[in-house]
């Protein structure tokens, strides 16, 4: 665990550090820029380029190229919030203890804002140096599918229709494994692909993040009912107010945790199988099992 402690620090830094310094030369009005690097500067757990990172280190050192594509897919990950926190969609004021987006640079800016985080990732995918153009080509029709309308948002929009219904386990899944996991499944596998993983790594590192997107979830919901409000840097409960379905609400908060357990042994079943070393991404499960935000 001291390793993974190690590793989460120094690649955490490493990311916050190249993150904003892949938009800081973008030739664009300075607004939009100043907006773009607002949400990037909010931080947050950064566990999707983590996982990615983590994954190729499975398999070789991390080189600098990596970073890039790492970070590509967070920005996905921002704009996504910045959607999110909308008065149309979340209609949230805070996001990790400050103003969103909108708040500070009004709607229009906001999403203008997240259509240049989504599209700049596209960007440096295709611009990946060290990389075959295939494997790019890999990169970028796997990114699209995660995060268009048969990865993120299609989950989102299913989400939507949810608000105020009582939706069957089965239903709350599968949103959630577009919603949330689909993105987290394309961090894993997108450091498989650069890192040339064999085929059947693959495979079995798929089915280790479509359990690792659900326990990110299930823990979520979780942390909505009996998370700190200042620690998350929102308000809990704010699931409960919008009528949402969520794992406590379907299986209670005792049913909710019991479900925690039992993808965190699917999602360790998952590497058994691994030729890499998996000690980071097992390590994964009880960081996003024990978080607090």
């Known amino acids: 665990m001291e390793e993974f402690k190690r590793f989460m620090e120094k690649q955490r830094q490493e990311i916050d550090r190249q993150l904003p310094a892949l938009l800081e030369n973008l030739d664009c009005p300075e607004m939009l820029k100043e907006a773009m690097l607002y949400s990037v500067h909010a931080g947050g757990k950064r566990v999707r ?14 080189t600098n190229s990596d970073y890039v594509a790492a970070c590509a897919h967070e920005l996905v990950h921002t704009y996504s919030l910045i959607h999110d926190d909308l008065p149309a969609m979340d ?29 700049r990732a596209f960007e440096l995918i295709g611009s990946l140096q060290h990389v075959t153009e295939s494997k ?16 993120m948002v299609g989950g989102q929009v299913s989400d939507l229709a949810g608000e105020g219904k009582d939706l069957q386990l089965a239903e709350l899944e599968m949103i959630h494994h ?25 495979r079995s590192l798929r089915s280790f993040s479509k359990h690792l997107g659900l326990l990110f979830q299930i823990k979520d919901d979780i ?47 998952s590497l058994h199988s691994i030729s890499g070393n998996t000690e980071l991404l097992d390590s994964f499960i009880s960081y996003i099992m024990n978080r607090t935000h």
């Open 223 to 269: 942390l909505d009912v009996e998370g700190d409000s200042e620690t998350m840097g929102k308000p809990a409960g704010s699931d409960e107010g919008k009528m949402k379905s969520t794992y406590p609400r379907l299986l209670t908060l005792a049913g909710a945790k019991e479900k925690l357990i039992f993808h965190a042994e699917k999602a360790r079943e």
């Open 136 to 151: 790019k080509t890999n990169l970028i029709v796997e990114l699209a599918k995660a995060s268009g309308a048969e990865g």
């Open 178 to 202: 577009h919603k949330t996991g689909a993105l987290i499944t394309y961090a894993i596998i997108s450091g498989a692909i650069v890192s040339d993983a064999p085929e059947e790594d693959i």
């Open 49 to 62: 380029p983590l996982l990615t990172l983590a994954v190729i280190e499975s398999y070789r050192d991390i």
């Open 91 to 119: 209609d949230d004021d805070y996001r990790r203890g400050q103003l969103t987006n909108h708040k500070v640079y009004g709607e229009a800016v906001a999403i203008l804002a997240g259509d240049a985080l989504l599209t």
